[in-house]
Every structure is written in C-alpha cells, then in structure tokens.
C-alpha cells in the first residue's frame, strides 16, 4: 500500500534562478521529513545549509588530490582518512557562510560536496550528483499524527 503522503507543497515560495523544482513535505509512514526536489539554491531558504551545518555524525571525506586545496583533519574513527575541517564549534563546515549559507569555495568544492544533494530527486538534471539521501527526516510519526500537522498547516 502506498503510504507516501505530501502533507503540503512548498514549492510556491521557491525562488527558480536554476531551472525550478519542488518542496515538500512528506510523511512516509513512519516519519515526516522534508524533500528539497529542487536546486540547493532554490532551497538555501528553507534548508540553510544544513548539509553544511550541524554535522555530528557526517563528515566530507577528501581525496589525495585535494588535500593541498582544503583545510582538513584526520576522521576520528577511520585512521588515514582525511576530512574537511570544521569550525570551533566542531559541527559547521570551515568553508560556509554561516550568515548566508553559502558555500565560500561552491565554484571549486571538495568532490564529494558536488556529488551530493540530500533530497531523491534533487537537481535531477545534473549529472554529477551521484548520492542522494531521502531527504531531512524530522520526526517519527503516526498517520494520525500526520493528519494533525497536516491540518495545522492548511496542507495540500
Ligand atoms: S543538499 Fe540539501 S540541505 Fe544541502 S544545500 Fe542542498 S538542499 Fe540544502
Ligand atoms: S565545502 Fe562547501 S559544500 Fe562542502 S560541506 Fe563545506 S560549505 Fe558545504
């Protein structure tokens, strides 16, 4: 049974300077979560950055090549692998804008930034992104529960 609901578009409020896209909200039967169907731009309003930001848990790996380009560390659980540094804070990327929310090295970014896009149907004309999440997941939830914020957002 198909239990993927769009509990509200977004997408009225999305800027298009690259071509459009969608925002949603989805509950997947388990939990809500938020898909940025759309250009990282047209979602920087929504989104923040947050695959820059507040990173416990995820790290952008660096490749021999780019090592003399970015600021990086050794991963604390993978010996020999290195990573991209972060700010004092030790969450928010070293190279992001923390006001605006940009990229400060988006023309010449680590690979594995320009690989990703955290949303399935993200930026789906550009042929580089080759990893894809499902989106941000913000909390588990019952249909029940789901109708509920559903109704309280004026949803569909
Ligand atoms: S990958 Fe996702 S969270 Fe990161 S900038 Fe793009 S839309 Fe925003
Ligand atoms: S280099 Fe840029 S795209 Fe990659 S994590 Fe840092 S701010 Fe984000």
């Known amino acids: 049974m198909e239990t993927r609901t769009i509990l509200k578009k977004l997408r009225?409020?999305?800027q298009r300077p690259t071509g459009g896209g969608e925002i949603d909200l989805v509950w997947d039967g388990a939990f809500i979560r938020l898909e940025f169907n759309c250009s990282c731009l047209s979602a920087l309003p929504f989104c923040k950055g947050a695959c820059c930001r507040q990173r416990s848990g995820y790290a952008v790996e660096l490749e021999e090549d780019e090592?003399?380009?970015f600021e990086h560390?050794?991963?604390?659980?993978r010996p020999g692998v290195?990573?991209?540094r972060t700010k004092?804070?030790?969450l928010d990327c070293i190279?992001?804008?923390g006001k605006t929310s940009m990229c400060t090295v988006h023309r010449d970014k680590p690979r594995m930034c320009q690989q990703w896009h955290c949303s399935p149907g993200g930026e789906k004309q550009d042929e580089k992104i080759l990893r894809r999440d499902a989106g941000w997941l913000l909390m588990p939830m019952r249909r029940e529960e789901a109708e509920?914020?559903?109704i309280n957002l004026g949803g569909k």
């Open 12 to 14: 009225s409020t999305v």
């Open 88 to 90: 004092e804070n030790g």
């Open 82 to 84: 290195q990573i991209l």
């Open 95 to 97: 190279y992001l804008d």
């Open 67 to 69: 090592l003399e380009k």
């Open 148 to 150: 509920l914020v559903q």
């Open 73 to 77: 560390k050794e991963h604390p659980h």
